[in-house]
């Protein structure tokens, strides 16, 4: 969550983060490419293809009186950035094969310029919101484990097998509400900022 401030009674805070959307056609190809893999994986929690975008940063529980200050700092990263192509590339897995806690569909960026956004929001945020201190890699989280599992046991095929895409254009920069329940987490649009520069 945001550093907290003092500061007077309001609202309930949201869970936010800031995301790229794929394509619809780009999705519909990816679940029917990662089927095979659907029922190798024993007590994996597959997220929904409607779900499926690169999250740039997740903000966390934050105040809506933060809301503004966020959406300024979309629409200024946006603002900075050209359009930019990629396409999804390949399966891999988060951390390692032999703990996988993700299993995730990654995205080609060979001028890194998902990872240039994401640096550029943690720096325009960063008096509210901590900076991710890990490498950013472009992916889309297709399932969750957890105890996290040896992939290799299940699925030896499934890290580095080809899900390859067409090219599509990334456009804009998307800030997002997340509302979860026991039939999964909606997203809900708050701003969508055409990259411009």
Known sequence: MARERAAGPETKPIRLFIAVDVPDAVKTRLAGDVARFRDQVPQARWTRSDGWHVTLKFLGMTWPRLVG??????????????????????????????RARVIWAGLSDPTERFAALAGRLDELLA?????????????LTLARLNPPRDIREFAPDLVGASVASEPFEVDRLVLYQSRLSPKGATYQPLLQAPLSG
Do not use: Y
């Open 69 to 98: 200050m966020v959406s300024a700092a979309v629409t200024a990263a946006a603002t900075k950035a050209k359009v930019f192509p990629s396409a999804v590339t390949e399966l891999g897995v988060f951390p390692s094969p032999g």
């Open 127 to 139: 008096e509210e919101f901590d900076a991710e201190q890990r490498p950013f890699t472009p992916h």
